[in-house]
């Protein structure tokens, strides 16, 4: 999986660093020449660094380690590929996918080689290992193997959840900015989604610990949400 999280933070990277048309130097920088500055080339930086030259501003990212990518890091030691950081993106298969780094792609016109995992991943418990699936029937089934009553009660949490992702997956990440513009922007683009949030408005408000005390009782389970 490096080799893709390389390969992620390397072409943000470029993305960012060809449309500022940056060069690296070592004489003095004139700031005016720049619309923005974008201060660490995290992924987060590099993102708004993409954006703001995407929309054809002068950007100017700044980072201060000798290495671009922020917690977006890996290293080898004796052939083995490790992730230091970050080394699991749900949604970064699906190009209409709802991971916002998705649709900052497709804002971009970029793709990127994935790789899907199936199943996700191992967590191995002192009772076992217990695979986790993307697919939520599996890995139901997969818990129940360990509590069927805790598999229950996660599908009951797993629907709260599920209730305010039916109302929030309308609204994509994109489309949201600090200032008070995303009231009009929202109610004008997205007044029908908003009112499908309705209903779960105290869902929205509350904590996923306060949700996950309200539907799950099962010790296992609990611990496995802890683990998540
Ligand atoms: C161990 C670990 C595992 C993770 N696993 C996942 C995962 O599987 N999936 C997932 O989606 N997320 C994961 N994350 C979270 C993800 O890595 C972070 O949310 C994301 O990388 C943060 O990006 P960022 O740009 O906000 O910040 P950072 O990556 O922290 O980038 C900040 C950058 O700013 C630079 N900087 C700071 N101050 C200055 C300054 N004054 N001047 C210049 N440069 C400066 C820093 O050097 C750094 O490069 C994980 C994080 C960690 C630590």
Redesign the pocket.
């Known amino acids: 999986m490096r080799s893709s999280l390389l390969y992620f933070t390397l072409f943000f990277i470029k993305i960012a660093v060809q449309s500022c048309r940056l060069t690296p130097t070592t004489g003095a920088i004139r700031m005016q020449n720049f619309d923005g500055i974008v201060?660490?080339?995290?992924?987060?930086?590099?993102v708004a660094g993409a954006l703001l030259a995407h929309s054809g501003k002068q950007v100017m990212i700044?980072?201060?380690?000798t290495w671009?990518?922020?917690?977006?890091q890996g290293f080898s030691r004796q052939g083995f590929d490790f992730?230091?950081?970050?080394?699991?993106?749900?949604g970064l298969s699906d190009p209409q996918g709802l991971n916002p780094l998705q649709q900052v792609l497709t804002r971009l016109g970029e793709s990127l080689a994935t790789v899907v995992y199936d199943p996700l991943g191992h967590y191995h418990f002192p009772e076992g290992c217990l695979a986790v699936y993307g697919n939520s029937e599996r890995y139901r089934k997969a818990i129940a193997q360990f509590t069927p009553q805790g598999a229950i009660e996660f599908a009951q949490f797993e629907q709260r959840l599920l209730k305010i992702y039916q109302g929030l997956k309308e609204i994509p990440a994109i489309e949201l900015r600090a200032d008070w513009k995303v009231i009009p922007k929202l109610i004008t683009n997205y007044g029908f989604s908003l009112l499908k949030l309705l209903p779960v408005l105290g869902d929205i408000s509350a904590s996923v610990g306060q949700i996950v005390d309200q539907t799950v009782r099962d010790p296992w389970v609990r611990r496995l949400i802890d683990r998540e």
């Open positions: 201060i660490g080339s995290g992924i987060g930086g590099l700044l980072e201060s380690h671009a990518g922020g917690a977006a992730d230091s950081g970050p080394s699991f993106y749900c």
